[in-house]
């Protein structure tokens, strides 16, 4: 009984110990304490993708990795990148009625190049060419875009969390 309890009391060390680390920020540099989201140019013909971009990043990469964010003289790390491709409208299924050849699902592709930069060090701490797909229905462009976005967010915080 007495090393059942202490292979238990050793497996709850161990996980809280983990969980310690996790909650510290999933091993960033301790002086990685702030970050400023650049936004993005655009070198599509689609101006409301940068500023979505742009939003999304902000809501959600700071919180996530236990940053604050900051402007970009004064932050630890910048986030930049370009917007290379919007491609929407692609068919990808369409309606069982032989009379009526309307699609009624539709796909949209965002593809951006993302550097994540350490200011403190003066190096580039990860880059990234991330394709993101999103799935609409017709005429739900919207959804569909803010499905793609979504994804290229959380491919860069994955991105930034793996290299640190």
């Not at 060090?121 to 959804?143: F, M």
Request: neutral net charge.
């Amino acid at each position: 009984m007495r090393s059942f309890v202490s292979i238990v009391m050793a497996c709850t060390a161990l996980l809280a110990a983990g969980c310690r680390y996790h909650l510290s920020g999933g091993g960033l540099p301790s002086d990685i304490r702030s970050v400023a989201i650049i936004p993005f140019d655009n070198e599509t013909a689609s101006p409301e993708l940068q500023r979505e971009l742009n939003e999304a990043l902000r809501n959600n990469f700071a919180s996530k990795l236990g940053l604050k964010e900051a402007g970009e003289d004064k932050a630890s790390a910048v986030v930049r990148g370009r917007i290379v491709k919007y491609e929407l409208d692609v068919a990808t299924a369409f309606s069982a009625n032989p009379v009526q050849a309307t699609s009624s699902r539709r796909q949209l592709q965002v593809a951006v190049h993302v550097e994540i930069f350490d200011q403190i060090r003066n190096k580039t701490i990860w880059t990234g060419d991330l394709v993101a797909i999103g799935d609409y229905p017709e005429g739900g462009e919207t959804s569909g875009r803010k499905q793609a976005i979504d994804k290229i967010v959380t491919d860069v915080i994955q991105g930034a969390q793996s290299q640190w």
